[in-house]
């Protein structure tokens, strides 16, 4: 089993197609309201390549994101066995069991088990296992438990107590992200109302009075004014996205 790269990690065609599809639709929606032509589609592919760069993007974080709180479950796992007496390979192995019934065996964090399972078989420390994992993931939570583990078994420390520590203190972590974007869900709503409401606009007074735009199309002045809107309709979208995505960086 290839180790997956989290900076470039998504589930494999299916989604890929489903990003072709979204991404084509978008293009075909603006080519309509912006130009009323089919034409207009082979202007707007470099934004159709760009929407379907994003939702590859954010597909890929929303991957990294929940290999993030699995991947705290686990630790909290393993934390308790350790407590309990297991040693550190057969606290993993108790883990597993609790992944697989907590997310299902195609989870992310239960196939993560499954490798470093395999590689403690085959004699490679936990400790650079988990190192792999915080240098795949690319996740300062990850990356910092597994230097906590490195430190604590390469210097005999009480190590069921320093897991038990660092698994609370990343709990604690992703609870108060968890928080933030609880309170802030209305917002991210008001903005996905926001990025579509424009194009609402311009569709209902189209039906409700049709040709009312109809001096916009079809002429090099009314084209010139619709690629002006549907550029500061982009940069909108794109300042919003911006945004929200620094909050929660």
């Known amino acids: 089993m290839k180790p997956p790269d989290y900076n470039n990690y998504f589930g494999g065609k299916r989604e890929i197609l489903q990003a072709l599809f979204k991404s084509t639709f978008c293009v075909m929606v603006l080519a309509y309201i912006f130009y009323r032509s089919w034409w207009a589609v082979l202007f707007l592919l470099p934004v159709g390549a760009g929407i379907f760069v994003k939702e590859i993007k954010r597909r890929i974080k929303g991957y990294r994101e929940q290999l993030a709180l699995e991947f705290k479950e686990c630790i909290l796992s393993v934390a308790a066995s350790?407590?309990?007496?297991?040693?550190v390979e057969n606290a993993l192995m108790e883990s597993m069991g609790d992944m697989k019934r907590m997310y299902g065996p195609d989870s992310l964090i239960y196939k993560e088990?499954?490798?470093?399972?395999?590689?403690l078989i085959i004699n490679i420390a936990p400790e650079e296992l988990f190192a792999d994992l915080g240098r795949r993931s690319a996740n300062e939570d990850i990356c910092r438990f597994a230097e906590i583990f490195r430190i604590a078994r390469?210097?005999?420390?009480?190590?069921?107590?320093?897991?038990?520590?660092?698994?609370?203190?990343?709990?604690?972590?992703?609870?108060?992200?968890a928080e933030i974007r609880a309170t802030l869900s209305g917002r991210m709503l008001e903005q996905k109302v926001m990025r579509i409401m424009p194009l609402g606009i311009l569709l209902y007074i189209e039906f409700s009075t049709p040709g009312y735009f109809a001096s916009l199309y079809h002429n090099p002045g009314g084209i010139g004014i619709m690629t002006l809107c549907l550029g500061i309709y982009i940069v909108g979208y794109l300042w919003g996205e911006r945004v929200m995505d620094n909050i929660f960086s």
Not at 82 to 87: D, R
């Open 154 to 177: 390469s210097n005999g420390g009480n190590l069921p107590e320093i897991i038990g520590g660092t698994a609370l203190m990343i709990s604690n972590k992703t609870e108060v992200r």
């Open 113 to 119: 088990l499954e490798i470093i399972s395999r590689g």
């Open 82 to 87: 350790l407590k309990a007496g297991y040693s």
